[in-house]
């Protein structure tokens, strides 16, 4: 993909990976600092952590990050098909970045939540469905 983006610019493309990198990280650390949602009766907190720390309204906060992350696709896509000219340092900062953070953001999201609503023996296969559902996305991706 950082090669079709930066149509064959060897220097683009690495800088494409080196920030996407960055971009996991930056993600990553951004999710350590959220609050961790909590299934209904377990533990207490403050009124306004209690409603942050739903996880059905962290799934909705998903969708949302998902849904400001099209446009971004959008963009790599008619950039690499060829209609987006030289975005250069733009394109790596003002695109790339946010969309590979929020991404890794919304990913780390999605395991969690998923693994605080699974109840019991369940547990053992959230980690399996979640890459399992992830690769689809990229088998899909690549026949796109």
Not at 63 to 74: G, N, Q
Not at 97 to 109: T, W
Request: net charge positive; proline share 5%.
């Amino acid at each position: 993909l950082a090669n079709q983006i930066a149509h064959g610019s060897y220097d683009f493309s690495q800088e494409l990976l080196f920030t996407k990198l960055l971009g996991d990280f930056v993600g990553r650390g951004v999710f350590l600092l959220l609050p961790k949602p909590r299934t209904p009766g377990r533990g207490r907190g403050r009124r306004c952590c209690a409603a942050c720390r739903s996880p059905q309204r962290q799934a909705m906060l998903v969708w949302l990050i998902e849904l400001c992350r099209a446009p971004l696709w959008v963009t790599l896509y008619l950039r690499a098909l060829g209609g987006g000219g030289d975005g250069g340092q733009a394109l790596l900062w003002g695109v790339w970045l946010p969309l590979i953070s929020s991404g890794a953001l919304s990913a780390s999201m999605c395991l969690e939540i998923a693994a605080t609503v699974v109840q019991g023996e369940g547990k053992r296969k959230v980690p399996l469905v979640m890459s399992c559902s992830v690769y689809t996305g990229f088998s899909s991706g690549i026949v796109v």
